[in-house]
């Protein structure tokens, strides 16, 4: 099993800048690492993807502001985000998907202040 371990969560204003982090406690090297969200009273939902050979997706609503990145010698997976608005609040989950293994990171909570 991997444990994953999100940081860089926190309190921005819009407009503003965050970066989040994930650890993971084993190699990603051939996983799809992903980041989801889930706002308060809604579904979890996909922001960003980035497979094993590095090519990303983005939701729709993330485009053009986030970027997911990975280092797999450090087994880490990152979100750096810009131009936060405040519906980008929400708890954000760090996930890792190789063959038949899910894992799910605690989530790290993101408020967006108008």
């Known amino acids: 099993q991997v444990q994953l371990v999100e940081s860089g969560g926190g309190l921005v204003q819009a407009g503003g800048s965050l970066r989040l982090s994930c650890a993971a406690s084993a190699s990603i090297s051939f996983a799809t690492m992903a980041w989801y969200r889930q706002a308060p009273g809604k579904q979890r939902e996909l922001v960003a993807t980035i497979m094993s050979g590095g090519s990303t997706n983005y939701a729709d609503s993330v485009k053009g502001r986030f970027t997911i990145s990975r280092d797999n010698a450090k087994n880490m997976q990152y979100l750096q985000m810009a131009s936060l608005k405040p519906e980008d609040t929400a708890v954000y989950y760090c996930?890792?998907?190789?063959?038949?293994?899910?894992?799910w990171g605690q989530g790290t909570l993101v408020t967006v202040s108008s």
């Open positions: 996930n890792l998907h190789r063959s038949t293994l899910y894992a």
